[in-house]
C-alpha cells in the first residue's frame, strides 16, 4: 500500500527550529512536496525534493533520502504566523504524474 | 492577478438533493483536480483532469460526479448518493510544463455541510 506519516502536532517556541519528519511508502516515486496551510484556508506550496539532499529557501529547508523513505522540513527562526498544518505529499512515478498522495499533516504551534 | 476561485466558500445540502461547487482557474493550466479533506486525514483525491473533455476518478469517486466542457472550469457535483458529504472539499492545478509542472495551487475552498 501507499502511506505517508508524520506527527499529529509538534509545539515549538518563537524564534527557535523545529523539524517536521515525514516517511513515505508509494510505488513509484517523483518527488515530494511540502504545503503549508493556515486553518480554514488553501494550502500553499513551500518546497519540491526530487534528488537526495538539503533544498533552503529562506526559512525554510527540506531534506530527502529516498533511500530511507525520508523527508524532513526544517523552519529557522520560527514565528508565529508559522503557527498552521504542515503537509508532506508524494508524487508517484507509475500513475503518469497526476496522482500525488497527502500526508495527514503536522499541525505546528507556535508559543511566544 | 491569476489563480483558482473557488464558490461558494460555505455550502449547505439537504437530504436527497444534488449540489454543484464551482471552481475557475485563470491560470492556463492543463491540469486540475478535486480532493476532499476531512479532520486528521490527508487530501483524498475525488476526480482529476487532464485536459479539456477528459477526467479520471481517484481515490474516492462514489457519489461524485464532475465535467470539464472549458479549461478553466472545473465543476464537481455532489450527488445524494454520497451519504457522508460533510468536508472541505479543494480544487486544484498544475502547470503540467516547466521545472514548477507538478506543484499544486490551490483554490480557498468549499466547506459542505449537511442540514
Known amino acids: 500500500g501507499q502511506n505517508i506519516d508524520q506527527p499529529t502536532e509538534m509545539t515549538a517556541t518563537e524564534g527557535a527550529i523545529v523539524q517536521i519528519n515525514c516517511t513515505y511508502q508509494?510505488?513509484?516515486?517523483?518527488?515530494l512536496f511540502w504545503y503549508q496551510q493556515h486553518a480554514g484556508e488553501a494550502p500553499t506550496f513551500l518546497s519540491y525534493?526530487?534528488?537526495?539532499g538539503l533544498e533552503e529557501k529562506g526559512r525554510f529547508s527540506s531534506f530527502l533520502s529516498r533511500s530511507k523513505g525520508y523527508s524532513y522540513l526544517l523552519l529557522k527562526e520560527l514565528q508565529m504566523k508559522d503557527s498552521a498544518s504542515y503537509l508532506c505529499?508524494?508524487?508517484?512515478?507509475?500513475?503518469?504524474?497526476?496522482?500525488?498522495?497527502f500526508g495527514a499533516g503536522t499541525r505546528l504551534f507556535v508559543k511566544a | 492577478d491569476g489563480g483558482i476561485t473557488q464558490s461558494p466558500k460555505y455550502l449547505f445540502r439537504k437530504e436527497g438533493q444534488n449540489v454543484t461547487l464551482s471552481c475557475e482557474q485563470n491560470?492556463?493550466?492543463?491540469?486540475m483536480y478535486w480532493y476532499r479533506q476531512d479532520p486528521g486525514q490527508g487530501l483524498r483525491l475525488i476526480y482529476y483532469s487532464q485536459i479539456v473533455n477528459d477526467f479520471q476518478k481517484g481515490d474516492i469517486a462514489e457519489g461524485y460526479s464532475v465535467s470539464r466542457e472549458k479549461k478553466e472550469s472545473f465543476p464537481l457535483t455532489v450527488t445524494s448518493a454520497q451519504k457522508n458529504p460533510t468536508a472541505f472539499y479543494l480544487c486544484?492545478?498544475?502547470?503540467?510544463?516547466?521545472?514548477?509542472?507538478?506543484?499544486?495551487?490551490f483554490g480557498a475552498g468549499t466547506r459542505l455541510s449537511v442540514l
Open positions: 525534493n526530487v534528488l537526495d
Open positions: 486544484a492545478s498544475t502547470p503540467g510544463t516547466g521545472i514548477a509542472k507538478n506543484i499544486q495551487y
Open positions: 491560470l492556463n493550466h492543463d491540469a
Open positions: 508509494t510505488s513509484g516515486f517523483n518527488g
Open positions: 505529499a508524494v508524487r508517484g512515478s507509475n500513475t503518469g504524474g497526476f496522482k500525488t498522495i
